[in-house]
């Protein structure tokens, strides 16, 4: 709701849980005809759900838990930050700090012919094989290596076009039926490439937009059931993300945020077990709502999920996806808010999959009224934030293998081997201090539990922060380990982390990076 307030600051460019004891079965056909699939880590292949679950190929329940990575639907036309950063480092980061989905935002205008991105630095090797490339063609790359790092990806139809969002899902310069149009075209773009698992048919429909109400020009419940049909008919086995919308029989919440209606009048798909519904919530640093100023709050905001969206879940109705959530966690009552949040979305330790799946908003630090994961310098990450989400945080998914980019070469030979690469790039040097990133890939045959890095500087640096690894430095030597979260790499694949030192100037070190 209030989404005139999301504004991208870049200046580039403008209910009671019911006790499911049937909810975590595999459904014995489903297991039969995926056997092969079942020793595969979670996450193989398409998804589909059953009641409040996702489940993969093997049946096996999988949790979305990952970010916005917004800007393709901005005038940039494509994802921003490429301005300062390599695209392949950018996830890697992603998945270091344990993200495993990418929610991409777009506007038809992507698949306009020739459309093409803006604001992207290619200096010093940064997104070289981007060069030339058209937006649409960026995101493939972007996907094939998500893909290749263990990320699923969801598009998400953001806006008609890149002026701003509509409140329903067409305009008078962008009907339904090109709509309709672009989300085939998307989806046979990227049939039989399971990275992506689905898409968001349309961005926060609010007022006018009703929901069961009948009329075809306002319902957006039969406009999803229209488009998702549509999806289907081209690859049937993506997942079809439905959002609510703003007002329901007088109630109204944020925009996308209300599914009241959902549980009375649900989306109808051709295919069946295809559906997710998806809610947005947000802080009062997007616009302030009654709830936050009630004396009971924060202990009242599990009766305001449930009454808007949670009853879908805890009824076993359908999945719940909040597609988005976010805040600059400048008051305390953001603050509250959050970590109210974090909580009724049910802890990974307790729940696992079983839980609400979410991509937090946003990856990037240029959206105004809520910031993001990142810093406004486009590499160092908010650690409060990020410190919110992290019980909420699922495993990572399998690598789909392929390059996961970076350097070195493999592991040769018959049978399985150890072995990895480190990567060192400097992202800004201002003289008295740098900023570097290291992309640590696994370069042999067999999967890592974890590694380490080692180098030496030729001058007297210092590493004053450094995240996403440990470190220690003696002398000139510095060695950094992986983290708890980022020390498991499956053959092929890459992670990051990154540091702070002084002074600048340094000249680039040989790194050495072994399988600890």
């Not at 640093?285 to 805890?314: C, E, H, R, T």
Request: proline share 4%; glycine share 12%.
């Amino acid at each position: 709701m209030f989404r005139s307030l999301r504004r991208a600051l870049c200046a580039a460019a403008a209910a009671l849980l019911l006790p499911l004891a049937g909810a975590q079965t595999v459904h014995a056909a489903t297991a039969g005809a995926h056997a092969k699939a079942t020793a595969e880590a979670p996450g193989a292949g398409y998804w589909h759900t059953s009641g409040r679950q996702i489940l993969d190929a093997a049946g096996q329940p999988v949790r979305i838990a990952g970010v916005n990575w917004f800007g393709f639907e901005t005038s940039n036309q494509v994802v921003h930050g490429l301005w300062s950063r390599d695209y392949k480092n950018m996830i890697d980061q992603m998945r270091s700090l344990g993200y495993n989905t990418i929610r991409l935002p777009y506007s038809d205008d992507i698949l306009k012919s020739g459309a093409m991105p803006t604001s992207i630095d290619f200096s010093s090797g940064k997104n070289a094989d981007l060069q030339g490339l058209t937006s649409l063609q960026v995101m493939d790359k972007i996907v094939t290596y998500a893909g290749q790092d263990g990320l699923k990806v969801i598009l998400d139809r953001h806006r008609p076009d890149s002026s701003g969002q509509s409140a329903l899902w067409y305009t008078s310069s962008v009907p339904e039926s090109t709509w309709i149009a672009d989300l085939k075209a998307l989806a046979s773009r990227y049939k039989g490439q399971d990275t992506v698992i689905g898409i968001d048919l349309h961005n926060e429909p609010h007022d006018p937009a009703c929901w069961g109400c009948g009329d075809q020009s306002t319902d957006w419940r039969l406009a999803a059931e229209r488009a998702g049909n549509a999806v289907l008919s081209v690859n049937p086995n993506l997942l079809v993300f439905v959002e609510g919308v703003q007002t329901y029989n007088g109630v109204s919440g944020w925009w996308g945020g209300n599914l009241m209606g959902a549980g009375q009048y649900p989306v109808r798909l051709d295919v069946a077990n295809r559906v997710v519904y998806s809610a947005h919530d947000y802080a009062t640093s997007v616009a302030q709502q009654s709830w936050f100023s009630d004396p009971s709050f924060p202990d009242n905001m599990p009766g305001i999920w449930d009454k808007y969206w949670g009853y879908l879940f805890k009824q076993n109705i359908a999945p719940v996806w909040v597609g988005e959530f976010g805040t600059t966690l400048q008051s305390t009552v953001d603050q509250k808010w959050l970590a109210a949040l974090v909580s009724y979305l049910r802890p990974t330790s307790t729940y696992g999959a079983d839980s609400f799946q979410w991509t937090f908003w946003s990856w990037n630090p240029d959206s105004g009224d809520t910031g993001g994961i990142l810093k406004d310098d486009w590499q160092t990450v908010d650690t409060v934030k990020d410190g919110y989400l992290t019980g909420i945080k699922a495993p990572l998914f399998a690598s789909s293998g392929g390059s996961g980019g970076g350097t070195g070469g493999g592991g040769g030979g018959g049978g399985s081997s150890a072995a990895c690469t480190a990567a060192y790039s400097v992202s800004s040097d201002w003289g008295s201090g740098f900023n570097a990133d290291v992309t640590v890939k696994n370069t042999g045959t067999a999967p890592l539990s974890s590694w380490k890095v080692t180098w030496t500087w030729s001058g007297g640096q210092k590493v004053t922060s450094l995240w996403n690894a440990s470190y220690t430095q003696s002398g000139s030597s510095v060695t950094a380990t992986n983290t708890a979260y980022n020390g498991s790499l499956a053959a092929g694949a890459s992670t990051s982390f990154g540091f702070g030192a002084a002074p600048g100037g340094a000249a680039t070190p040989t790194l050495t990076c072994t399988p600890a």
